[in-house]
């Protein structure tokens, strides 16, 4: 694959991404230098749409084109998810893309993985096929990582849509939840715990059977649920999604957890980084898992209302806070698996070790292999660890990660559809 010029040499390249790179492109109409009159083929990109990214187009042909993620907001460090469109196209023209400026060394591109694709008449998004998709390190572009794909447009009335992998919008969330708002279910319960800093919702639910809400018992137990704090990590969502349709739903099991549990999920803690089109930065440029310790009504409004919310229930004598899990997705390894603290207490860490094997052991995409405890110190400030340490002894503090790409059995890879992104909690919960 062949790579344009290089970028602007002198500063480095968070730098010139930092002045060159500020927004999303808005039906930029790719052609040669100097032509005037658009003809079809000459393809028209556009990310100024919820969840959009995409920083800058560089012509190379008709054939080929070199874009550039557009880093986090205020934060240039971070240039990963990529979403936009592409129109005008004319029928059978093949193309390749190179996204030139990857801030990761690792992926699961590496693998097997691929962008998704759908387009107007095909609305169902779509693997592209891995064998026309490659990712390595070019001489070019100061020697970033470079994904190059190849495609081929069928449809010239058709608009497409490619993104690093299947998005969850703030929207679908509101939406989504706004259903569940009409069903009228007397043990779900929907409240604003906060907003975010563009003034933009972020929910907490309740779901818990009402005898739960009104108790008088001695003891509540609670199970704590977040995800999508890292907003490019759509992955999250649906898992998150898939856990919140069992619950409300009238399986058998779920009608049992409901008695015994109450349920407390904030399924987007960093809604302004979701449609913002971030990676992994909510809208000032901070990653929020790794402010937990002591975050900031103002900088970290939504990580700093969820720390109080915890630590009111665990400091609550009715309450036995059992669970917090942070719900993530991982960008360079397969299956589901969790991540856990290591603990001087024996008892205490064997304790929090019957919980994942629990999932690995009805759950075909959770590994318990890949599941680990550590305290390393650049994690010190992520929910998990910050919890850990703050909660008493007896709330199990956990971070779930679901795979962007697939789970395996034996040799081989199952890939996550949109649908089956649900599986890692799930399946615990199957009869």
């Not at 390595?136 to 993104?163: G, I, M, W």
């Amino acid at each position: 694959f062949e790579c344009c010029e290089t970028m602007a040499t002198g500063p480095s390249l968070e730098q010139s991404l930092e002045e060159e790179l500020v927004g999303n492109v808005y039906n930029y109409t790719s052609q040669v230098s100097g032509s005037t009159l658009l003809k079809k083929g000459n393809l028209i990109f556009d990310a100024s749409f919820e969840c959009g990214n995409l920083g800058k187009v560089d012509y190379i042909s008709d054939y080929e084109y070199d874009l550039f993620i557009r880093p986090d907001t205020y934060n240039p460090r971070y240039r990963v998810w990529f979403n936009f469109t592409v129109h005008n196209v004319r029928e059978e023209q093949r193309v390749i893309f190179n996204i030139v400026n990857f801030s990761k060394t690792k992926s699961l591109y590496r693998d097997g993985m691929s962008p998704v694709v759908k387009s107007t008449s095909r609305p169902q998004w779509e693997r592209i096929p891995s064998k026309n998709v490659f990712y390595y390190k070019c001489p070019n572009h100061q020697k970033s990582y470079v994904l190059s794909f190849a495609f081929a447009f069928d449809r010239e009335e058709d608009t497409y849509q490619f993104s690093y992998c299947y998005p969850y919008s703030y929207s679908r969330l509101q939406h989504y939840l706004a259903e569940q708002d009409k069903r009228g279910l007397d043990f779900y319960k929907r409240e604003l715990l906060c907003h975010s800093m563009q003034q933009r919702r972020v929910d907490v639910l309740t779901i818990t059977s009402p005898h739960n809400m009104e108790s008088t018992a001695a003891t509540l137990r609670v199970v704590f649920i977040t995800a999508r704090v890292h907003p490019g990590e759509s992955p999250a969502s649906f898992v998150c999604q898939g856990l919140l349709d069992f619950l409300l739903s009238q399986h058998s099991t779920a009608e049992t957890l409901r008695d015994n549990i109450i349920f407390k999920i904030v399924p987007m803690l960093n809604p302004d980084g979701v449609y913002l089109g971030n990676y992994r930065c909510s809208l000032m440029g901070f990653d929020l898992n790794r402010h937990w310790q002591e975050p900031s009504p103002w900088a970290h409004p939504t990580v700093y209302a969820t720390k109080q919310l915890l630590v009111e229930l665990d400091r609550n004598p009715k309450v036995d806070l059992d669970f917090y899990i942070d719900i993530h997705a991982h960008s360079t390894l397969t299956n589901g698996f969790m991540y856990g603290n290591v603990y001087e207490e024996e008892d205490r860490f064997e304790k929090q070790a019957i919980f994942p094997k629990l999932l690995a052991q009805y759950a075909e995409d959770f590994s318990w292999n890949q599941t680990s405890f550590n305290k390393d110190a650049v994690k010190a400030g992520t929910g998990r660890r910050s919890l850990g340490g703050c909660l008493q002894p007896r709330t199990l503090c956990y971070t779930l990660e679901v795979s962007f790409f697939s789970y395996t059995i034996g040799s081989s890879h199952s890939p996550y559809s949109e649908d089956s992104c649900i599986h890692p909690l799930l399946s615990l919960l199957r009869p």
